[in-house]
């Protein structure tokens, strides 16, 4: 008895690995063939044949239309496999300064539906905020065009730091609130499994999914924009800390004493690197002057005047790029070199900053091989935020509840209240 169940459990796991493997394939390469599929898994044809009919037959994968063969690929046309868009949809939600944003992601990963709302999240109450993000998440789940029924999970991204589960805000620059249990709060009153994220983690993830060739195994994304942020992945793997979202570069300490950070504290590399440290230094305030949120198009703005003439606008962005570059140099010590994404209105600026950034880390241990240290910029933010928080969303619906043989109808019978 004991060795028929041993033996029971084993083909099951061994099934949904396997189902796991070929769903796993299919999104990272869009529309693969059987065959492709069996080169990138390492599965035998028979094996993937079977596990394909099964997940067509439960409306997960769907046969796309056959292509050509070319030059290169002789032969009958090679019939694809493709994610089918119906399976499932997720619901992503990024949380930033004065700005929160839904949308709603079908299975395929595509967005078929979202919403934006400024708000003022600096003074708005607790109740407030928490009720703006319950409203605009209702209205998207009240939309009639979207099947509730398929509706898997929630993923939130907010900039700061959440807990080690990701269950909840600790502390954000972007309010003076603390302690916000948003993914539990979010699960009761919709009754969808959901979760919490660190915005530039969520950037990351981003990244390995858009360019898995330059973010594999070590590489770097820094948010640019109204704080400065990280997201760091090492051997392939997120870091995230024990007690915290990890990877809070921002707040590394660039000069003791130093001007005043939106933390509070003195001195971080954000007090200089940020938005408002770098509007602050270019209009000649003091380093004590509290940090303003200053508007996308002044940034731009301030950055064509600092091509345009040496002046205070140009030290100011020089003075960035150095507290840039002795944070990465420290780092980049513990870590060795690696790719780096910078990410946020200022990475458009990033060529007044790279100068100074790559002097400040050619003096430091972690800047030995400095030349050969590769940036890459992205000017918007919010696209890769959302992307990772959904990539990380259906990824677990792929892992979790259609590799174990779950079909799409049965993801959840749950409606709003």
């Not at 990877?247 to 130093?258: A, K, L, Q, T």
């Amino acid at each position: 008895m004991f060795q028929t169940m041993s033996v029971g459990i084993r083909h099951d796991d061994l099934r949904r690995r396997n189902r796991a493997m070929v769903i796993s394939a299919v999104r990272r390469a869009g529309q693969p063939s059987r065959t492709e599929i069996a080169a990138t898994t390492g599965l035998s044809h028979s094996t993937i044949s079977a596990i394909s009919a099964d997940l067509i037959q439960e409306g997960i994968l769907t046969e796309s239309k056959a292509t050509e063969p070319t030059a290169l690929k002789r032969g009958r046309p090679q019939i694809g496999l493709a994610l089918n868009p119906e399976a499932a949809a997720v619901l992503t939600v990024v949380l930033s300064l004065n700005f929160l944003s839904v949308a709603v992601i079908d299975y395929a990963g595509q967005v078929v539906a979202e919403e934006q709302q400024r708000l003022d999240t600096l003074v708005m109450p607790r109740d407030e905020l928490i009720g703006a993000c319950v409203a605009i998440v209702r209205r998207r789940l009240q939309d009639p065009d979207l099947d509730l029924g398929s509706v898997a999970r929630i993923a939130m991204g907010i900039q700061g730091i959440t807990d080690t589960h990701a269950r909840a805000m600790l502390w954000s620059p972007i309010t003076p609130l603390t302690d916000i249990p948003f993914a539990d709060i979010l699960e009761t009153e919709f009754g969808i499994p959901a979760t919490m994220e660190n915005d530039c983690n969520m950037m990351a993830v981003a990244l390995q999914w858009r360019d898995p060739e330059r973010y594999r195994d070590d590489f770097i994304a820094i948010l640019l924009s109204h704080g400065i942020g990280m997201g760091l992945v090492l051997k392939g793997t997120l870091f995230t800390g024990t007690h915290s979202s990890g990877g809070e570069f921002g707040h590394m300490i660039h000069r003791p004493g130093g001007a005043l950070c939106r933390c509070g504290r003195r001195g971080c590399v954000e007090a200089y690197a940020g938005n408002y440290a770098i509007w602050r230094s270019a209009m000649n305030m003091s380093e004590d002057a509290e940090p303003v949120d200053v508007g996308d198009a002044d940034m731009r703005a301030l950055a064509a005047r600092a091509r345009e003439k040496d002046g205070p606008e140009r030290e100011a962005y020089r003075r960035a790029g150095e507290a840039l570059g002795f944070g990465l140099g420290s780092l980049f010590a513990l870590i060795d070199p690696a790719p780096v994404a910078m990410v946020g209105v200022s990475a458009a600026a990033f060529d007044l900053i790279e100068p100074a950034l790559r002097e400040a880390i050619a003096q430091t241990a972690g800047g030995q091989h400095s030349t050969s240290i590769s940036f890459d910029t992205e000017p918007n933010e919010l696209p890769l935020i959302r992307e990772g928080c959904a990539m990380r969303a259906l990824t677990f619906v792929d892992q979790e509840i259609f590799a174990p043989g779950v079909q799409a109808r049965a993801i959840s019978g749950k409606h709003v209240a």
